[in-house]
């Protein structure tokens, strides 16, 4: 498994972080099992072994560490569950559950846990731990022992394709007794060939600078209007999935150069890991990693995960990650090919990935960055149509990638990145939620999303370079996880905000959205570009999914009925839809308005607080706007209200200045100089009539040549119920 830019070379640069010595030596003895009745677990020997050379047996008392991943329960329940809570309008949406809850109803029992212990303890085995949420229990044994418990033979090999890089496997599949079939969904640690390295991807030479290039938080802040949606992260948590350390100097120093504070980023051990005081090949990966997500949501808290890098290491991970239950949203920047990774691995990591879903955490995934042939600098190799995991996962938002041109921090256009990860998916079906134009067949696509990727048009990061620290610009499509899991902790503040749920499972929704009215509102369409074997399309494709954020029309179409079947009437939740109603940020965002009208001076007080939305007042001609759009939720009464204080020098019975409150380009309510008063006034406009659409109101001041009159709003509100 890797990041999603990698090298062979990096690969052969880092050791297996596995215990276990490699070598010829002792012939290991021939399994024997104790239950004469076995049930083989299938998929569960690394394709690698038909492609290398066997060198001989692994030494019989060499240790080796195993994860035996247990089965769920309720499995169909699970599956309506995972349907519901993500469905806008069902009577389970947004109500996930504890870790606590998701054991009680899905999770193996503590029974299967005691069953599992018992066998590999009469196998000689030594149960190191049993992850919180029971689905995975720890083991270590000599490989002899590990051979006799699960009727295998572990071997030593060589792999061509890989340099004749070393690794041991078990040569068939392992099996258990026919008592533990319906209790054991698989063994991970039989091989060591999945080795999780990196290399990031770069538009030149490595040499660190001493100042930066490339795109600042300013520009995909700007450029996505991720710095429209008037929040900053507060109150949300990230984890960061890692195989590797970071210094938190480095991080400490992007920060200052950009101007941005919040919480100090913390790590969370899995398994022993702790890479921090000597960070490998993979630093760059981390340090990216928690960049981008504190260049969009800088006051959000980030948590490093790092784990041993294994499939023991990254199963461990996924459970310790949904069972701590401290995050709302997983960023994932490693990943490997499916062809290329045993599916039994697989699947124990997506049980987790499941119990994300229940609990209410989103997950955005890396696509790759070897376009549709992901296994190009793996065993498989390039002429192998494949797509990356843990991005293929139905319970992750696989991230693809683009080349994004800007005037200054505005979106200009995109382009699809020619290596973006993309392609069908072996090993998972397509999700009933995957629909849409250009989706077709039965079996998961990716990606679902995307942006930023391209070295070409990459981003500023700080990070260790060959032999200092310093300023690099890094690409692929490690940075567009990112850059989404860090949309996803804007989001879910402004939800809390609008007493609505965490985003959560995010393909359910983002799909509904796409296939709404609110698309073009929603994502930036990419139709230009392609990879190696699929190309862009109007509307979903394989290389950038549904396209790019327009992070204020998603966040608003999201809060509303998200594209999905309408609430039933009488099923609104009431709540007030505007984002800084009272202007009070000191900023117009999510509001767009003309210059100046965002103004806190005392020569027109406001309504409440010290800022109010002040158009024209300057006596000549001029024109003044200020807007917002919101999607109102189906089912729902909607009123939209403001505070309004007319102050004019004009004099008589003619209008000579106006402001037009429109709401979708129709006019629904005038003021002038005729409406002058001492003191602000009220005004109220239904909106019933947009129930299940995402409105834009706005204000329009039209100021004549002579004499001002100055339209000041404050204290907004839309209100549904």
């Known amino acids: 498994m890797r990041p999603r830019s990698l090298a062979l070379a990096a690969a052969l640069a880092v050791l297996p972080l596995t215990a276990v010595s490699l070598g010829v030596g002792t012939a290991q003895a021939a399994p024997t099992p104790n239950a004469s009745a076995r049930v083989a677990l299938p998929q569960t020997v690394t394709p690698a072994v038909a492609r290398s050379h066997k060198q001989g047996d692994v030494p019989a008392d060499r240790q080796i560490s195993v994860a035996v991943s247990l089965k769920l329960r309720n499995t169909a329940e699970l599956d309506r569950f995972l349907s519901a809570v993500s469905t806008p309008g069902a009577t389970e949406f947004g109500h996930y559950l504890t870790p606590a809850q998701f054991n009680e109803r899905f999770g193996p029992t503590q029974a299967d846990v005691d069953q599992v212990r018992a066998f590999l303890t009469a196998q000689g085995l030594k149960v190191a731990s049993v992850s919180e949420n029971r689905q995975v229990v720890n083991a270590t044994g000599s490989a002899s022992a590990v051979a006799a418990a699960f009727g295998t033979h572990e071997s030593t090999y060589s792999d061509p394709q890989q340099g004749n890089r070393t690794f041991f496997a078990n040569d068939a599949a392992a099996s258990v007794p026919a008592s533990l079939a319906g209790v054991v969904e698989g063994v991970s640690g039989l091989n060591d060939h999945t080795v999780r390295t990196t290399r990031i991807a770069k538009p030149g030479a490595a040499t660190p600078h001493a100042t930066p290039s490339g795109f600042g938080p300013s520009t995909y802040d700007g450029a996505y209007r991720l710095n429209q949606l008037g929040a900053d992260g507060t109150g949300s948590t990230v984890a960061l999935w890692e195989f590797d350390g970071y210094k938190s100097t480095n991080l400490t120093t992007y920060d200052s ?411 629904v309510a005038t003021y002038s100089n005729l409406d002058k008063s001492t003191g602000y006034v009220q005004k109220t406009v239904d909106l019933s009539a947009y129930a299940g659409q995402t409105v834009t109101v706005k204000f329009t001041g039209v100021e004549d040549s002579s004499l001002q009159t100055s339209f000041v709003i404050d204290d907004t509100a839309l209100n549904v119920s």
């Open 257 to 667: 150069q950009f101007g941005l504070s919040g919480p100090a980023v913390s790590t969370v051990s899995v398994d022993g890991a702790n890479y921090d005081s000597k960070p490998g090949d993979g630093q760059g990966e981390v340090e990216l990693d928690s960049e981008i997500v504190r260049g969009v949501a800088p006051k959000a808290t980030q948590l490093v995960y790092e784990a041993p890098n294994s499939d023991q290491g990254e199963i461990d991970m996924a459970a310790k990650i949904v069972s701590d239950n401290r995050v709302s949203v997983i960023s994932i920047s490693w990943g490997s090919c499916e062809p290329d990774t045993t599916a039994s691995s697989m699947t124990a990591v997506n049980n987790s990935f499941k119990q994300a879903a229940a609990q209410g955490i989103s997950i955005f995934s890396a696509s790759g960055d070897d376009g549709s042939r992901d296994c190009t600098r793996s065993t498989s190799g390039s002429t192998v149509k494949a797509v990356d995991f843990p991005a293929s996962s139905p319970y992750n938002t696989g991230v693809g990638g683009t080349n994004l041109k800007v005037s200054g921090t505005t979106y200009s256009s995109e382009s699809a990145w020619s290596t973006a990860g993309g392609g069908v998916s072996t090993q998972f079906a397509k999700p009933t939620w995957q629909t849409g134009t250009n989706v077709t067949g039965t079996m998961r696509t990716v990606p679902d999303i995307a942006s930023n990727a391209d070295p070409n048009s990459g981003f500023a990061i700080y990070t260790q370079g060959t032999s200092s620290a310093g300023w690099q610009v890094y690409g692929g499509t490690s940075a567009a996880a990112p850059l989404w899991s860090g949309y996803a902790a804007l989001y879910n503040q402004k939800a809390k905000a609008a007493s609505k749920p965490n985003l959560g499972e995010a393909n359910p929704k983002l799909y509904a959205v796409a296939n709404s009215s609110s698309y073009g509102t929603s994502f930036h369409d990419v139709t230009s570009g392609s990879n190696q074997d699929f190309g862009t399309k109007t509307g979903y494709d394989q290389v950038t999914g549904w396209g790019t954020p327009i992070a204020d029309g998603l966040t608003n179409a999201l809060l509303g009925t998200g594209g999905t079947t309408p609430p039933p009437t009488g099923g609104c939740t009431a709540a007030q839809l505007l984002g800084n109603p009272g202007f009070e940020t000191g900023t117009a965002a999510p509001w767009t308005t003309s210059t100046g009208v965002v103004d806190n001076s005392t020569s027109e007080a406001a309504h409440s607080g010290s800022w109010k939305a002040w158009l024209d007042g300057y006596g000549s001609a001029h024109t003044d706007t200020v807007s917002q759009s919101v999607a109102v939720p189906a089912g729902c009464k909607a009123s939209f209200s403001f505070w309004l204080h007319v102050d004019t020098a004009e004099t008589g019975t003619t209008a000579y200045d106006k402001l037009t409150l429109s709401v979708n380009g129709t006019s």
